[in-house]
């Protein structure tokens, strides 16, 4: 069995009713591409039958499919990096489980790949999503190319490809709060997107809450730009001088016009709004110092119950 030329990566967590499917078109998808191939699923401590599917497709195509089965809940994008540490191709691609992207769509990925393109991000030509999750995604996008130099159309599509040099400069990051697209986008010298059909979600519910995508943001802004604390500066040197001015205004009501009416009222009300703004500018920091915390405590991403592969 020659060594594989694509390699295609899919993160699982409790995806059960889904994965059949799932293997049974992404196998057909990359069989009619007449290129060697392997798939490796990562189990991210599914909770339901995921991992004995998983299992059944590795003695299935022993030779091309590997499976990563962690022993908890690590997140998407760790689960994803778990299988960039072992991958064998020259091409990557991610995926998701839960068919809202179709694998069909992936020799359009390597169509760009093929002309020369270091990275190729998936574009939802047109999202099946409740009008809820849609616009929270636009926002978050606005604000991320508001405070970072990423560009990048669709964030939240994993449908991508890489060229193996950036996978390995992704590895060997050591990112903690991982965002794998913008990673990519840093480390790739030449980025290119494609549209890509979305499908509706038919089975299973989605592991991304809204609470997950604001956090998920957090990561993504505190992760590669120091924008928030200088805005958070600026923004306290505004209301220094603002609070001088007042002071300076009241104290002259006071003297010259003999008006103190207000003066005590406006002065609580000063000290209320800068103690929230301390309180905003001490959680924005605790997110950068948290950050830190977590690099420098140099704990494993992940640990691996057990992998089933045949490398042979």
Known sequence: ??????????????????????????????????????????????????????KRFHQQRPAQVRVIDFNGNYGQHTAIIAAFERVRGNIIITLDADLQNPPEE????????????????GVRAKR????????????????????TDIRMTDQGCMLRAYRRPVVEAIVRSGERAT?????AYKFASKNAEVEVAHAARTAGESKYSYYKLV??????????????????????????????????????????????????????????????????GIGLIGEY???????VQQRPRYVVREIFEDLK
């Open 1 to 54: 069995m020659p060594a594989p030329e694509i390699s295609v990566v899919v993160p699982v967590y409790n995806e059960e009713a889904n994965l059949e499917q799932l293997f049974v078109r992404l196998s057909k998808t990359l069989d009619a591409l007449n290129r060697p191939w392997e798939v490796i699923f990562t189990n991210d401590g599914s909770r339901d039958r995921s991992i004995e599917l998983l």
């Open 106 to 121: 992936i020799p359009k990925l390597l169509a760009k790949i093929d002309e020369g393109c270091d990275a190729v991000g």
């Open 128 to 147: 099946e999503d409740s009008f809820a999750r849609k616009y929270l995604s636009r926002l978050i996008n606005l604000v991320r190319e508001k405070t």
């Open 179 to 183: 965002f794998i697209p913008a990673l």
């Open 215 to 280: 956090r998920l943001n957090f990561d993504l802004i505190t992760g590669f730009t120091l924008v928030p604390l200088q805005l958070f500066t600026l923004f306290a040197m505004g209301c220094a001088g603002g609070s001088l001015l007042l002071v300076l205004i009241l104290a002259y009501m006071r003297i010259f016009l003999h008006d103190n009416t207000n003066g005590v009222f406006t002065l609580f009300g000063i000290l209320f709004f800068l103690i929230s703004v301390c309180m905003v």
């Open 289 to 295: 110092v948290g950050r830190t915390y977590q690099c």
